[in-house]
């Protein structure tokens, strides 16, 4: 068996949320908790730190492992889904898994693969652990996939757990309202370990305090103690200082990810900081801002205000729920441009006319799908968004979209690519 033949016989395999939605879903961690004996509990091997949220974890979670890597610390970092390449979800000091190691796992384990028949995030799960366990990473960044209570990843008993925001997503899982998705985002928080909230949320703080005091921790809210600052907007990052309780705590660090909301994000990052060096972890304000402005060098971060070229502007993000879609929309607004082009395709389980109401009106629509049996067809999309006033024209693929706004856009215009991850993940 050859990479090729692995990461098919994975995809072939085992159910994946991302391409086949609710099918793959697993409400119990059982087949987690199987995998975990099997690999003889990989997970107790690493030192973590746990992030859960509706939006930010992603760029959370490798501003982290960047801090964690300059500071010398060999840094095991998880995430999902991945952009263009499976091994994209794992990695160590910023390198990917290697092709073999994937084959090798899976040659190894293919039995117990097909005895348990796991789904795709749980055997991915256990993929990471195992390996960060076998090359004793010293500490590992781990993001959950979806909620936090029933996530596989939450087997973990971290150093820090990290909630970064709470919205309206997934809630064929999580539930119909804010309070009830933040419960089970609240299953990350564990016995006495701190707990940092990246924003405070009227709806949800009830909801942290209650599980924070059950399980005998104390909760960090970023906002009560530190403040990210924009001084200036450069082509190709943030110039920002990061104040604690009102004094200076670092200046002129040039945040190399663009967007808006991700001053929240690294308001929420220096919190989980602070509660590390708390917990006796040694990073020093150089390593700290290194690790912040080498963010993308070193963990490969794309997808997130990404500018992929200038004439005309052209701009991917992976923001697909109503909060992210909000943040994507006062970026535009704020971002310089004679007439917006909009390559949009979504998946069919979001809340898909929610998201288009909020959608300018006086923009050109370019209604496409990603190659994933989630999509939902350009057609469909094109139906619901002319109730809402949006106009455009369908394309069969998003490469064939994005070329027909390019044509029709002149220099001083801008293109946005987005609705959904896996729409973002045929561009960059």
Known sequence: MNYSEAIQFLFDQLPMF???????????????????????HPHKKFKSIHIAGTNGKGSVSHMLASVFQEAGY???????????????RIRINGEMI????VTQFVIKNKQIIEEIS??????????????????KVEMAIIETGMGGRLD??????????????????????????IPSIAKEKAGIIKEGVPVVIGRKQTET??????????????????????????????????????????????????????????????????????AMKLNGYSLNSEEIKRGIEKTISNTALMGRWQTLSTSPLTICDTGHNADGISQILQQIVDTPHNHLHMVIGMVNDKDVDGILKM?????????????????????QLQEKALKHG???????????????????????????????????????
């Not at 060999?74 to 994209?88: A, C, I, Q, V, W």
């Not at 290697?98 to 190691?101: A, D, G, L, W």
């Not at 200076?248 to 602070?274: C, F, M, W």
Request: hydrophobic fraction near 40%.
């Open 118 to 135: 796991p789904s795709f995030f749980e055997m991915t799960v256990a993929m990471a652990f195992q390996y960060f366990a076998i090359e």
């Open 205 to 274: 703080t009830a909801v942290f305090c209650k599980t924070a005091e059950e399980k005998n921790t104390t909760t960090i809210y970023s906002e009560d103690l530190f403040e990210a600052i924009l001084k200036s907007r450069e082509t190709n990052y943030l110039l920002t200082d990061i104040t604690f309780q009102g004094q200076k705590l670092l200046s002129d660090i040039k945040l190399p990810l663009t967007g808006h909301y991700q001053l929240e994000n690294l308001r929420t990052v220096a919190a989980a900081i602070h």
């Open 390 to 428: 949006l106009l455009g024209n369908c394309y069969d693929s998003v490469q064939k979209a994005l070329n027909e706004a390019k044509k029709n856009a002149s220099d001083n215009d801008l293109i946005f690519i987005g609705g959904s991850t896996f729409i973002v993940a045929e561009v960059v």
């Open 74 to 88: 060999k840094t095991g970092l998880y995430t999902s889904p991945h952009l263009k390449d499976f091994r994209e």
């Open 152 to 177: 596989s990843t939450n087997i973990i008993t971290p150093q820090c757990s990290v909630i970064t925001n709470i919205g309206m997503d997934h809630m064929q899982f999580l539930g119909n309202d």
């Open 98 to 101: 290697s092709e073999e190691m």
């Open 359 to 379: 959608l300018p009106k006086n923009a050109s629509y370019y209604f496409t799908r990603a190659e994933i049996p989630r999509s939902l067809p350009a057609e």
């Open 18 to 40: 991302q391409r086949s939605g609710a099918v793959a879903y697993k409400n119990n961690l059982d087949n987690t908790h199987r995998l975990d004996r099997w690999f003889n």
